[in-house]
């Protein structure tokens, strides 16, 4: 590639998922993992219902944007190449003890990143199966 582009200005706005149940989402990122609304919207050109959820506000900060199709198709899947949304949180151990309390499954138990490192992680799985990696860094 040649084009020279300046990115200057240019942020990362949002990542979308597709949902079962929108509220149920919105209820796991915003009661589970402190995360606010920053906007909800009903599109019915396109047959869809919009959070948009985060830290901070929409404008400065990355969203994740959760959509609920209006006709669900019977086979819901997330398909085969989604990896991981990555959160970085003070203290991974803390959340970890509230979420598996809360019954949160987790595919990786919260640990040291490697032997000897102050950096915890743990993998979680949300309502969908989407899963989420916490991370603590020092």
Known sequence: MTAQIDPAGF??????????????????????????????????????????VGYGDEDGNHALEIVQE????????????YGHVALGVPDVMGLSDVLMKEGVEFTTKPQAVRPGSPNKLAFIKDPDGYEIELTERH
């Open 11 to 52: 942020h990362i706005r949002h990542t979308m998922i597709r949902v079962k149940d929108l509220n149920i989402s919105v209820a796991f990122y915003t009661g589970l993992l402190g995360m606010s609304v920053m906007r909800r919207r009903v599109n019915d050109d396109r047959g869809e219902t919009v959070a948009y």
């Open 70 to 81: 209006h006709s669900q198709p019977d086979d819901f899947r997330h398909g085969n190449t």
